[in-house]
Nanobody, 127 residues
Framework: QVQLVESGGGLVQAGGSLRLSCAAS????????MGWFRQAPGKEREFAAA????????YYADSVKGRFTISRDNAKNTMYLQMNSLKPEDTAVYYC????????????????????WGQGTQVTVSS
C-alpha cells in the first residue's frame, strides 16, 4: 500500500507560478513511476506529466509542455510539479498517482495504469 498526499495548491493570478508536492509513504518510493493528473469541473481527469521511477525520463501533455516541470527526490519520497506561466485553463484539482514498475525508465500517461492516488489539491488561476 502506498499513501500519497498532495500539497502546494492555491489561488494564483494568470502568469504566476506554483509548486505542487506529492509526499509518498508505505513502500519503496523508488520502485514507483509517478504521474500528475488534473480534473477541471465538469471534465474528465486528464494527464499532465509523468516521471519514471529513476527520475531519468519525463513526459508532458502538450497543454503544459514548456511551462510545467515534473521532478522527484527519491531520498525524500517526494515528487514535485513546478508550474510556471499559469493560465486560467490550468484551474483544476491536481492529483498525484503511483504505479509499481520494475523498469527504471518506465512511465505512463494513462490513468488506468496507476494503482495509487492522492486526495488532490486545488489549483485556481484567476485572469
Amino acid at each position: 500500500q502506498v499513501q500519497l498526499v498532495e500539497s502546494g495548491g492555491g489561488l494564483v493570478q494568470a502568469g504566476g507560478s506554483l509548486r505542487l508536492s506529492c509526499a509518498a509513504s508505505g513502500r519503496t518510493f523508488s520502485n514507483y513511476a509517478m504521474g500528475w493528473f488534473r480534473q477541471a469541473p465538469g471534465k474528465e481527469r486528464e494527464f499532465a506529466a509523468a516521471i519514471s521511477s529513476s527520475g531519468g525520463s519525463t513526459y508532458y501533455a502538450d497543454s503544459v509542455k514548456g511551462r510545467f516541470t515534473i521532478s522527484r527526490d527519491n531520498a525524500k519520497n517526494t515528487m514535485y510539479l513546478q508550474m510556471n506561466s499559469l493560465k486560467p485553463e490550468d484551474t483544476a484539482v491536481y492529483y498525484c498517482a503511483a504505479r509499481y514498475t520494475l523498469r527504471a525508465d518506465s512511465y505512463s500517461y494513462t490513468p488506468q495504469t496507476y494503482t495509487y492516488w492522492g486526495q488532490g489539491t486545488q489549483v485556481t488561476v484567476s485572469s
